[in-house]
């Protein structure tokens, strides 16, 4: 009797599968006689003709994406039994590997895993479905109030499909259409009765027009964003947007988005490399940066982070002694604060680094010792405050980073007396290898 549920679910998948292949034929029949009605004067009058003409274009649309992301390649070919893909290729999306096989109205790509990943459809029904069922749906709501619920939930749909066609379009590297599609999902969200503020596709639009450079585009989204209050990732809305300001040639305008967005993100290393790189181009006073931090001190006298911003910025100034006073003040706002540690450890290390480039690079001997004795001395520094990190990290990825940092700093003074160094390569480097 197994056997031959087993049987008749194959069979049944199978049936599906041809039902499928047929879908396209049967969505666009289906269109068009929607399309039909919609044009009869007394059937035209009616919501529920403009509700079938909605659910018939969103059917189109659908009809050549049949397949499920996400599903596994070697299912797809079994019941994908009518259809018989054109080519395959290997192709490179995003720096990922897929596998393009391509058939007479889409092309499926698959992960190396095997696993459908994105649909690309290269034979729409009919052109511009989403722009037909969203009229047709609007044609309804407005025939008929009571159709609100209805009219929400389809303005939901299109919506996220247009953010699927946005995301689609990030893959594949389009980012000027990835952004019109995200602003379609916004507008369509922003539409009564479902009203909605869809902060996300805001965001994206703005973002992959930055990343297009088309500056006055992504300057309107991103503006957009601040008026409804979202900054992005630690405020890195501020920063997108001075960076766009400055593309624009409006320097002042970029300098106060990034000291607003300071005062409100000071923890942010985005906005923060951007007011010294500002600083540091246009000739002005980096100092100023501890004035717009003293006021965030004010506010949050207790906040370590604060001192450990503060570090950050003294030390990409090359303020190595101020730094490190700032740094180790974090455990004395919070003793159980560790990045403060890493901070200075990263510093030394970081410092070390810079030493030994240029060692390498000196060509007269004493220089080049001078250099060498510096370098060992910046990486010996380094491994006390790591330590200290280490001991109070609780995060598991935190600690394997510190202790890879101190399993070089170990390494490169195993062959010296002392043996600790020897000892402390060995215990980090076998945290490491965890």
Do not use: C, W
């Given at each position: 009797?197994?056997?031959?549920?087993?049987?008749?679910?194959?069979?049944?998948?199978?049936?599906?599968?041809?039902?499928?292949?047929?879908?396209?034929?049967?969505?666009?029949?289906?269109l068009d006689n929607a399309v039909t009605a919609s044009q009869n004067e007394k059937k035209a009058a009616k919501a529920a003709t403009w509700q079938k003409l909605g659910d018939a274009y969103v059917a189109a649309y659908d009809a050549p994406t049949s397949n499920v992301v996400?599903?596994?390649?070697?299912?797809?070919?079994?019941?994908?039994?009518?259809?018989?893909?054109?080519?395959?290729?290997n192709v490179v999306l995003g720096g990922q590997q897929y596998e393009k096989v391509a058939y007479d109205y889409?092309?499926?790509?698959?992960?190396?895993?095997?696993?459908?990943?994105?649909?690309?459809?290269?034979?729409?029904?009919?052109?511009?479905?989403?722009?037909?069922?969203?009229?047709?749906?609007?044609?309804?709501?407005?025939?008929?109030?009571?159709?609100?619920?209805?009219?929400?939930?389809?303005?939901?749909?299109?919506?996220?499909?247009?953010?699927?066609?946005?995301y689609n379009k990030y893959t594949f590297g389009d980012y000027s259409a990835s952004s019109v599609y995200f602003e379609k999902a916004a507008d369509v969200a922003a539409l009564a009765p479902l009203s909605k503020v869809d902060t996300n596709s805001i965001y994206n639009a703005a973002f992959t027009a930055h990343f297009a450079k088309e500056y006055e585009r992504a300057e309107k989204f991103f503006n957009k964003c601040i008026a409804i209050g979202n900054y992005g990732e630690g405020g890195d809305v501020y920063a997108k947007l001075a960076d766009v300001k400055m593309n624009l040639k409006d320097t002042l305008a970029a300098k106060n988005l990034l000291e607003e967005g300071f005062?409100?993100?000071?923890?942010?290393?985005g906005i923060l490399i951007g007011l010294i790189n500002y600083y540091l181009t246009n000739n002005e006073d980096p100092e100023k940066l501890f004035v717009l931090l003293d006021k965030a001190k004010e506010n949050e006298p207790n906040n370590a982070s604060l001192y450990y911003v503060e570090g950050n910025i003294r030390a990409q100034l090359g303020q190595y002694d101020q730094a490190v006073k700032a740094y180790e003040y974090c455990a004395e706002v919070d003793p159980n604060y560790e990045f403060g540690y890493i901070g200075e450890g990263i510093m030394y290390y970081n410092r070390a680094i810079d030493l030994q480039t240029?060692?390498?690079?000196?060509?007269?001997?004493?220089?080049?010792?001078?250099l060498v004795a510096d370098f060992e001395k910046a990486l010996k520094s380094c491994i006390e405050p790591f330590e200290k990190a280490y001991a109070l990290t609780k995060?598991?990825?935190?600690?394997?980073s510190v202790a890879e940092y101190l399993k070089n700093a170990y390494y490169r003074f195993m062959s010296d007396d002392d043996p600790k160094y020897k000892e402390g390569y060995e215990k980090y480097s076998a945290i490491v290898a965890q």
């Open positions: 009797m197994k056997r031959i549920l087993i049987a008749l679910a194959i069979l049944a998948s199978v049936q599906v599968a041809n039902a499928q292949v047929k879908a396209v034929e049967g969505a666009k029949k289906a996400g599903a596994d390649k070697a299912q797809l070919q079994m019941l994908m039994t009518d259809e018989k893909p054109v080519s395959s290729e889409k092309n499926l790509y698959f992960t190396p895993e095997g696993q459908l990943a994105v649909i690309e459809v290269t034979k729409p029904v009919v052109e511009n479905a989403l722009e037909g069922a969203l009229e047709a749906y609007k044609k309804m709501y407005e025939l008929d109030a009571k159709k609100a619920k209805d009219a929400s939930a389809a303005y939901e749909n299109i919506s996220k499909k247009y953010s699927n066609e946005a005062s409100k993100f000071p923890q942010s290393q240029k060692a390498s690079e000196e060509l007269d001997d004493a220089k080049y010792m001078a995060g598991e990825d935190i600690k394997k």
